[in-house]
């Protein structure tokens, strides 16, 4: 463990060496501002329509303030994506890279086993990918809250089912790099994420249209791939009961948010589903030949 603990440390520095960090906070920072930007503007404009309305103030979580509860689930979804993107990217070469460009061998004439190689790549990436979406969603979340007022209902428990995902498709991505080259394994890991998000859309056909078909395939595609079911599963602690209400109306029509909470037994499958793909990641670079 302290040996993984060390690749982990040594992740991190290379991430920081590499100006990864720096360059995602810059880059973070430019795209906070500018959505808080927009939704400023939003908010006076809201305002002022009330004004002309002989209203004093607006509910923060009523009708009247649906743009702005939009706005932040727009926002979490973009979060989402950039965090999903990120944890691919940065994580596509954990292995694959060291071994292409021969690195490896001299790493592991070092008195360090291969499964707690994989464990530190894996530990070290999930605490930059993690860290990010968590910064991201906490900036964005206050600024809003500062700029309108508004808070979603339970930020917490959506944000960490966020995170969840963002780990899992970590764990994916490494597990991908012990098997795969680094193009081939960030194009798997791509099509897997967009598995993902097709079981959503056919599971929204599907209960729009009563089809008991795409009901199940969407099913099935959730399994295979659960981000996108994790992501709904936020979706439904970030919605107030109206737009809650507003999705009920058009049962389910809407492919991005949910009205019904994620089911616990997928919480816990994803959080397997990432402890098997490191523990067979562990295994199979234990036994490939270099």
């Known amino acids: 463990m302290r040996k993984a603990l060390l690749i ?61 509860m939009y706005a932040a689930l727009f926002g979490m979804y973009l979060v989402f994506f950039l965090g999903s993107l990120m944890a691919v990217l940065s994580t596509v070469g954990a292995v694959s890279a060291d071994v292409e460009n021969g690195v490896m061998q001299s790493v592991l004439a070092r008195p360090i086993r291969r499964a707690e190689l994989v464990a530190g790549r894996w530990l070290g990436f999930t605490l930059v990918n993690v860290g990010y979406v968590a910064l991201v969603s ?17 930020a917490l428990p959506a944000v960490g089912l966020i995170l969840l995902a963002v780990a899992l498709l970590t764990a994916l991505t490494v597990l991908g790099s012990t098997l795969f080259t680094t193009l081939a394994n960030g194009i798997g890991v791509f099509v897997l994420y967009g598995v993902g998000f097709a079981g959503g859309i056919l599971t929204a056909i599907g209960s729009f249209s009563d089809s008991p078909t795409l009901l199940t395939l969407g099913r099935v595609a959730s399994v295979l791939m659960p981000t996108n079911s994790l992501w709904l599963g936020a979706t439904y602690h970030l919605q107030p009961q109206v737009l809650r209400q507003l999705g009920a109306a058009s049962r389910g029509a809407n492919p991005l948010f949910s009205t019904d909470p994620i089911a616990p037994s997928m919480v816990l499958w994803a959080a397997l589903y990432a402890a098997l793909a490191i523990g067979l990641a562990m295994w199979r670079f234990s036994r490939r030949d270099l």
Not at 38 to 58: M, Y
Not at 138 to 154: E, H, S, W
């Open 8 to 68: 982990a440390e040594l992740s991190l520095r290379e991430a920081v060496r590499k100006r990864l960090v720096v360059v995602l906070l810059l880059l973070t920072a430019a795209f906070v501002g500018f959505y808080l930007y927009g939704v400023w503007r939003l908010e006076g404009t809201l305002a002022q329509r009330a004004i002309d309305a002989g209203l004093e103030s607006r509910s923060s979580t009523g009708a009247a303030n649906i743009p702005i």
């Open 138 to 154: 906490a900036a964005l979340l206050g600024g809003i809250a500062a700029l309108t007022g508004y808070v979603p209902p339970d």
